[in-house]
């Protein structure tokens, strides 16, 4: 029995002070569960609503890229500065620290290697592995307009349900097919597809012609994916200009890694996230910070 003696009897249920009903921060996020929510919030800042995430799950299909040839030692430096990881399985179990304390998004399809048809994937990951390794949430291409096409939307719903199932958010990823044109209305097509067959949030590439209409009609967070290497200013650009139209925040990869100074550039991509700074000034850390370590 617990010691009694001396215990405070006096209680303030303060009554005059209503209970708070916060609403969840992120948009399309407020009916999700509090453990989708929880993870949700592993990835996306509360203060910011955005996120910046590192993508580093390149070699599932394409093996040890450029910036990639040894995650110990070109991408464990940069993980104080991302918000959240996406990578695979065997990345994770093998070369990140546990004590990575953010969101790690889980490359969930996978199959086809770049030589052969990227959009015949199937699903690449089981929810029990997810789970054991505490994802914050699982990655799925979509390949809309793609040869595989339904195959790969039935990877994502067998994924959203299964998620659901357990309370791991599922990210689609639209993939772009060698002849699919990069438009606002092919990414309107392929995000709302995502959102409306139950995708939690949605990773999209940025088109300077109407990203806003984009960000506009998908219901969830959209995260803007970076691409191939561009010139750092430029990608600065890309990055104010796609969460100045409603983007989430940014999925970064190359742009990051095979940056000169990635350490520099992931802190200036967090400038223009999280603070909304102007890509000039952004570019002027990236400048500062490079020089520094120099
Ligand atoms: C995209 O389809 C894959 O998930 C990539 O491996 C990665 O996320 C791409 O990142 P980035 O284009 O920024 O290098």
């Given at each position: 029995m617990a010691d009694m003696d001396g215990s405070i009897e006096t209680k303030d249920f303060h009554p005059d002070i209503p209970s708070r009903n916060t609403p969840f921060f992120l948009k399309g996020s407020g009916a999700l569960d509090w453990g989708m929510q929880s993870r949700l919030a592993r990835i996306f800042s509360?203060?910011?609503?955005?996120?910046v995430m590192l993508a580093i799950d390149h070699g599932y299909f394409q093996g040890p890229t450029t910036g990639l040839e040894r995650v110990d030692v070109n991408i464990v430096p940069l993980l104080p500065y991302a918000d959240a990881l996406m990578l695979t399985r065997g990345i994770l179990r093998t070369?990140?620290?546990?004590s990575f304390p953010r969101g790690t998004v889980l490359r969930a399809s996978g199959g086809p290697s770049i030589l052969k048809e990227l959009s015949n994937e199937q699903i690449a990951l089981d929810i029990e592995d997810a789970l054991r390794l505490n994802a914050a949430a699982m990655a799925v291409q979509v390949f809309v307009g793609g040869?595989?096409?339904?195959?790969?939307?039935?990877?994502?719903?067998?994924?959203?349900?299964?998620?659901n199932r357990h309370g791991v958010p599922v990210?689609?990823?639209?993939?772009?097919?060698?002849n699919?044109?990069?438009?606002?209305?092919?990414?309107?097509?392929?995000?709302?597809?995502?959102?409306?067959?139950?995708?939690?949030?949605?990773k999209t590439y940025y088109v300077a012609d109407g990203f806003e209409t984009v960000t506009a009609s998908c219901p969830v967070p959209v995260i803007m994916a970076g691409g191939k290497k561009?010139?750092?200013?430029?990608?600065?650009e890309m990055a104010y200009r796609a969460v100045s139209e409603g983007a989430a925040g940014?999925?970064?990869?190359?742009?990051?890694?095979?940056?000169?100074?990635?350490?520099?550039?992931?802190?200036a991509v967090r400038m223009v996230v999280h603070e909304n700074a102007r890509p000039a000034e952004a570019f002027e850390l990236f400048q500062d910070l490079k020089n520094r370590q120099a």
């Amino acid at each position: 029995m617990a010691d009694m003696d001396g215990s405070i009897e006096t209680k303030d249920f303060h009554p005059d002070i209503p209970s708070r009903n916060t609403p969840f921060f992120l948009k399309g996020s407020g009916a999700l569960d509090w453990g989708m929510q929880s993870r949700l919030a592993r990835i996306f800042s509360a203060s910011s609503g955005r996120t910046v995430m590192l993508a580093i799950d390149h070699g599932y299909f394409q093996g040890p890229t450029t910036g990639l040839e040894r995650v110990d030692v070109n991408i464990v430096p940069l993980l104080p500065y991302a918000d959240a990881l996406m990578l695979t399985r065997g990345i994770l179990r093998t070369t990140i620290p546990p004590s990575f304390p953010r969101g790690t998004v889980l490359r969930a399809s996978g199959g086809p290697s770049i030589l052969k048809e990227l959009s015949n994937e199937q699903i690449a990951l089981d929810i029990e592995d997810a789970l054991r390794l505490n994802a914050a949430a699982m990655a799925v291409q979509v390949f809309v307009g793609g040869e595989f096409e339904t195959q790969s939307i039935h990877n994502m719903t067998r994924l959203v349900d299964l998620g659901n199932r357990h309370g791991v958010p599922v990210l689609g990823v639209t993939a772009v097919g060698k002849n699919m044109t990069r438009d606002a209305r092919y990414f309107r097509l392929a995000c709302r597809i995502c959102a409306e067959l139950g995708a939690h949030f949605v990773k999209t590439y940025y088109v300077a012609d109407g990203f806003e209409t984009v960000t506009a009609s998908c219901p969830v967070p959209v995260i803007m994916a970076g691409g191939k290497k561009l010139p750092e200013p430029e990608a600065l650009e890309m990055a104010y200009r796609a969460v100045s139209e409603g983007a989430a925040g940014v999925d970064m990869g190359r742009n990051i890694f095979q940056s000169e100074a990635p350490a520099a550039m992931i802190q200036a991509v967090r400038m223009v996230v999280h603070e909304n700074a102007r890509p000039a000034e952004a570019f002027e850390l990236f400048q500062d910070l490079k020089n520094r370590q120099a």
